[in-house]
């Protein structure tokens, strides 16, 4: 049976929020800078920036809402994790049975 491992669980909710908001916020730094490049450029490169002002924050949301298969794999609920009975241990040494109220002599 495969076991479930910690490493294959996927991100915690603050985990992924984080991730998310990290991939908006370069996005967004990314735009803030055409925009102020916009104020000291001209002809094509103008037209350049102003498209990534206009169209990145379409692909930030879209970055940050991509929801990949990442790392984690497929996941087992724990319950299938267990075994499916217990297995019962022998214990082979006098547990002071029956047995061994005769003083241990047969």
């Not at 991939?23 to 967004?28: L, W």
């Not at 001209?42 to 809402?65: D, H, K, R, T």
Request: aromatic share 8%; hydrophobic share 45%; with cysteine.
């Amino acid at each position: 049976m495969k076991q479930q491992s910690i490493t294959s669980l996927p991100p915690s909710p603050d985990q992924e929020r984080r991730a998310r908001m990290l991939k908006y916020t370069i996005a967004m730094t990314i735009r803030v800078g055409c925009i102020f490049a916009m104020l000291f450029v001209q002809g094509w490169w103008m037209a350049i920036f102003a498209a990534g002002a206009i169209f990145l924050p379409y692909v930030a949301v879209v970055l940050a809402n991509a929801q990949g298969t990442g790392r984690a794999g497929q996941i087992v609920s724990p319950e299938r994790a267990l075994p499916a009975a217990p297995t019962q241990i022998r214990d082979d040494r006098d547990d002071g049975g029956p047995d061994a109220s005769a003083g241990g002599q047969a």
